[in-house]
């Protein structure tokens, strides 16, 4: 069974002391959140860069796909709710739902639109260096205060995206534009994603702080509020109607987008339950190891080989995460009690203000492998 954590960092001699069940436990979860979310970055790069059908059309809307994982995502939390017998009924003030719900869908957007772009690989890695806007809005918002290991760890990662940037191709294959005008689209789209998603997770907890309420129960409104935004986007936009007709052109594209919100939705549900049961620093390690995973898929099944250059900026970047995850950094909260280890990913956890999560895949973005200090607010 699981123990209670201190304000230490996990080391490998936490892990040996597991039982045998908690050890097969990690793993079920680790396997849960790698294999969903590896499907979803399979998904998301292959709707967003290659064409559908014999007239090679592409998939241009991304607030469409956002629009999509919403409402699944909406319906899933209906159903947990229901599941586990809690209120359905809004607890926080409609203005701090829709205030989440517009930076995360501003994020997301920006997010799927860098691959039109750049690359899968440099757009994961660039997600990485989230802490240094997730550091700032910290201190401006919630008067936080890190230490000079925190923010060593976060250049040492934004050294290793830059050499990854410097030293090798990085503009996406079917950019409509040139090499160079890609590159600064997909550099202002990903400073347009970490800006908005660092400030998400940061104002998240802010706005939420002393509103009690269910994991599952914020899911539902974060997201209704996300799903009403982006259809009034993809609407006032003119993108709904092109972005139907190209599904109702390509059945196989329904599939895709459909397995893309589904798998966002599954991963989001093994990364309550793994946060819950393990820890915050136990769940970046895996996220970090999906991400490295994430990069060398991408790079044989859609043609995307990094230089030697390219891979020591990797090799920085996931060094400088793991050691945060096991090494150092800021201290990560509490798991939670012993008999919560076994409970059903289904169940919800602690209902204390500060264990909440934003139900969204994107601005959990999975990404957040880098935040010790607070469980991830991305933050698909």
């Known amino acids: 069974m699981m123990h209670r954590r201190g304000n230490k960092a996990i080391t490998s001699t936490v892990l040996a002391k597991m039982t045998t069940e908690s050890k097969l436990h990690l793993c079920w979860c680790a396997g849960g959140i790698i294999a969903s979310l590896l499907m979803y970055s399979v998904l998301q790069e292959r709707i967003m860069t290659l064409p559908f059908g014999e007239n090679g059309e592409k998939f241009e809307s991304s607030l469409f796909l956002v629009l999509c994982n919403r409402v699944v995502t909406c319906c899933v939390a209906i159903v947990c709710l229901l599941w586990t017998e809690e209120s359905t009924a809004p607890v926080a003030p409609a203005y701090a739902y829709a205030a989440v719900s517009l930076s995360n869908v501003v994020a997301t957007t920006c997010q799927y639109e860098a691959l039109k772009y750049v690359t899968f690989p440099l757009q994961t890695l660039g997600k990485t260096a989230k802490m240094i806007p997730v550091m700032l809005w910290g201190s401006i918002i919630g008067g936080k205060r890190y230490k000079t290991q925190d923010y060593a760890l976060a250049l040492a990662i934004t050294a290793g995206v830059m050499l990854f940037f410097l030293t090798g191709q990085v503009s996406s294959v079917g950019a409509k534009t040139d090499s160079g005008t890609a590159l600064v689209w997909g550099a202002l789209l990903m400073l347009g994603y970490l800006g908005f998603d660092g400030f998400t997770s940061t104002f998240q907890d802010s706005l939420f702080k002393g509103f009690s309420m269910s994991t599952f129960n914020q899911m539902l409104y974060v997201n209704a509020f996300s799903s009403l935004v982006s259809l009034f986007g993809v609407i006032s936009s003119g993108q709904l109607w092109p972005a139907v007709a190209l599904l109702s052109r390509n059945p196989q594209a329904i599939i895709q987008v459909l397995a893309l919100s589904l798998a966002a939705t ?38 995307n080989p990094l230089s030697v250059g390219q891979w020591l900026g990797t090799a920085i970047v996931f060094v400088a995460l793991y050691y945060k995850s096991f090494g150092g950094g800021s201290k990560a909260p509490q798991a939670t009690r012993p008999s919560d280890a076994l409970k059903s990913p289904l169940q919800s956890p602690s209902k204390s203000p500060g264990n909440v999560a934003s139900g969204s895949m ?18 698909q």
């Open 266 to 303: 599954v991963g989001q549900l093994f990364i309550l339950h793994t946060i819950r049961c393990f820890g915050a620093l136990l769940f970046a390690a895996v996220m970090t190891t999906r991400q490295f995973l994430s990069i060398l898929v991408s790079s044989f099944l859609f043609g």
């Open 362 to 379: 994107p601005q959990w973005d999975m990404e957040s492998a880098g935040k010790a200090d607070t469980i991830p607010a991305h933050r």
